[in-house]
């Protein structure tokens, strides 16, 4: 209901699978019901008024999704070894106009990607302290815009739209959150 009060053109969602019953304490049972699953996006996007969806590189379950009313093109999964959840590139044309969008989701740890998974806690907080994590997500932004906006391919393209889930906070926003300057 809020999504077809928002009438929204189009919409771009990070983290686009569900695991999770609600919140992140009660897991969906293996195998995951194919109703949480982004094959059924098109049926979901249908209830706002958004006939056209793609989904970008489902290489974890944190693919990003673009749903649009207008007709919409998969340009690229972005994805790869080298990117932690990976992204989308689509184009959308709306009133003859071409309009580039880029939706991207990065690596969510403050510590080096090798560390995600142990127990190996003194070399998390030592990556921790080197800002590991923030070095990661700046290497996969690079990598986001060399395929898209900065690719030779696409130098002809004028309207881009770039969003995403960043996985980091500012320190701007710390006095919402309160997990202290350096988080």
Request: overall charge positive; proline content about 4%.
């Amino acid at each position: 209901k809020w999504m077809q009060r928002a009438d929204t053109d189009v919409v771009i969602f990070c983290e686009a699978q569900s695991n999770y019953v609600t919140g992140i304490d009660k897991r969906l049972p293996e195998p995951i019901p194919e109703r949480y699953l982004p094959a059924k996006w098109g049926e979901f996007a249908a209830r706002w008024g958004h006939k056209y969806w793609v989904i970008g590189a489902h290489q974890d379950n944190h693919p990003v999704v673009v749903t649009s009313r207008y007709p919409l093109t998969l340009v690229q999964a972005l994805g790869g070894k080298e990117l932690s959840h990976g992204g989308v590139h689509a184009q959308v044309e709306v009133n003859g106009e071409k309009i580039d969008l880029v939706g991207f989701h990065t690596f969510p740890y403050a510590y080096s990607g090798e560390l995600v998974k142990t127990d190996r806690f003194k070399e998390q907080k030592e990556s921790r302290r080197r800002y590991d994590g923030e070095k990661m997500r700046t290497e996969e932004m690079k990598i986001f815009m060399e395929r898209t906006i900065l690719n030779k391919k696409f130098r002809k393209q004028k309207n881009w739209l770039i969003m995403g889930d960043t996985n980091c906070l500012s320190p701007l926003d710390d006095r919402f959150f309160g997990h202290g300057a350096d988080s």
